[in-house]
Structure formats: structure tokens, C-alpha cells
T-cell receptor
Framework: AQKVTQAQTEISVVEKEDVTLDCVYE???????LFWYKQPPSGELVFLIR??????QNEISGRYSWNFQKSTSSFNFTITASQVVDSAVYFC???????????????FGTGTRLTVIP | GAGVSQSPRYKVAKRGQDVALRCDPI?????LFWYQQALGQGPEFLTY????????KSGLPSDRFFAERPEGSVSTLKIQRTQQEDSAVYLC??????????????FGPGTRLTVL
């Protein structure tokens, strides 16, 4: 069974601080994909990144960076020099679904609410 | 529009009423998903369509929930005889899934259902 754990329920940081959001996953699949989504107060989920299980290279996109480590089943997300606009709920997700259907629906963690204080 | 749209954005129903929630996916997207998001939780999978075929409905919580996508584009999620525990945000997502690859899902703004 697929499972995603985001142990941090809420985090508050002061603007310009760095912050890391943790994500630990469980799966028996050898091929899988991991995602991060942002959900601002408006409610719409915004795609941030997708990584497949064969690519452990860390990725940086502007102030965002992701650290994927299969050995610890973790896919952590770091925001550098946080800004007020980063305030949102962040979800980590894992692809899954019966291979025969090709569904690949997402299994989400419970989310981490990030508040950036000006 | 270019994104996934959902209507209505808000729906209040009395317990026992039937409701219908609509999703317009991104044009040309083959895959369509419905998720249910309870307050303070992550979205949970309900059902999946590939074009007009409903290939996975394992997440539907009861037989009161029914989804369709008759022409492979617009989808409707119907909930019969609504109960208070059905109160949640219902999210629709679409994906241009390519063979052998997993693409990101694009989400709509959701429909917030409140059952009184």
C-alpha cells in the first residue's frame, strides 16, 4: 500500500529564513513518482515538481530545492529565503494505482501548513 | 479557459438531497481524476477516467457516489442522499498522460460541499 507521511503539521518562519518540509513515503513499487503541490488560501492545488524513482538527483528551481533519497524513502522540500507569498499548505504525493489500469492516482500526505511572518 | 474548471464552487445541501458536481478538464486531456478533501486533510482518490471509460472507482466511499464522463470530456460526480460526512471539497484533476510516462495532474479549484 502507498503511504505518505508529512510529520510537520504546521511551521512558522520569519521572512527570509530557510525552511525544509519533510516527506517520507512507503511503497512496494519499484517504479513510482513523487510530487509536491502547493495549496494557497484560494484552495487550488498548484503543481511544483515531479520526480521518478530512478532519478535521485537533487533539483533546484529558483528558491526551491528538493532532496530525494531512496535509502531513507524521503523527498524533502526546502524553500530558501522564504517570502510571505510562500504561505500555504504544501502536500507531498506519491503515484500509485493498479498497473493494469494505468490510473496512477496520487496518494497525498496530510500536508504541512507553512506561515511566513513578515 | 486554459485550466480545469469546476462548478459550482460552493454547494449547500440538506441531508438527503442529491447533488451533481461538474468538472471541465483541460482540453485534450485523456485522464480525469476525482478526489475528496476533508477539512485539514490531504486529497483522497475517488475515481479515475481514461477518456470515457471509468477504469478505477475503488475510492468511492459508498454506492451513493456515482461519476460519469460520457463523451470523454466533461465529467459529473453525483452524490445521492447526501449525508453530513459527505461535507468536503471535491477536487477534479486532469492529465495528459502519455504512454509509459506519468504526467503531473492539473487541479481545478474544487467544489466545497456542505451538507446540513
Amino acid at each position: 500500500a502507498q503511504k505518505v507521511t508529512q510529520a510537520q503539521t504546521e511551521i512558522s518562519v520569519v521572512e527570509k529564513e530557510d525552511v525544509t518540509l519533510d516527506c517520507v513515503y512507503e511503497t512496494r513499487d519499484t517504479t513510482y513518482y513523487l510530487f509536491w503541490y502547493k495549496q494557497p488560501p484560494s484552495g487550488e492545488l498548484v503543481f511544483l515538481i515531479r520526480r521518478n524513482s530512478f532519478d535521485e538527483q537533487n533539483e533546484i528551481s529558483g528558491r526551491y530545492s528538493w532532496n530525494f533519497q531512496k535509502s531513507t524513502s524521503s523527498f524533502n522540500f526546502t524553500i530558501t529565503a522564504s517570502q510571505v507569498v510562500d504561505s500555504a499548505v504544501y502536500f507531498c504525493a506519491l503515484s500509485g494505482g493498479p498497473p493494469r489500469t494505468g490510473a496512477n492516482n496520487l496518494f497525498f500526505g496530510t500536508g504541512t501548513r507553512l506561515t511566513v511572518i513578515p | 479557459g486554459a485550466g480545469v474548471s469546476q462548478s459550482p464552487r460552493y454547494k449547500v445541501a440538506k441531508r438527503g438531497q442529491d447533488v451533481a458536481l461538474r468538472c471541465d478538464p483541460i482540453s485534450g486531456h485523456v485522464s480525469l481524476f476525482w478526489y475528496q478533501q476533508a477539512l485539514g486533510q490531504g486529497p483522497e482518490f475517488l475515481t479515475y477516467f481514461q477518456n470515457e471509460a471509468q477504469l478505477d472507482k475503488s475510492g468511492l466511499p459508498s454506492d451513493r457516489f456515482f461519476a460519469e464522463r460520457p463523451e470523454g470530456s466533461v465529467s459529473t460526480l453525483k452524490i445521492q442522499r447526501t449525508q453530513q460526512e459527505d461535507s468536503a471539497v471535491y477536487l477534479c484533476a486532469s492529465s495528459s498522460r502519455l504512454a509509459g510516462n506519468i504526467n503531473e495532474q492539473f487541479f481545478g479549484p474544487g467544489t466545497r460541499l456542505t451538507v446540513l
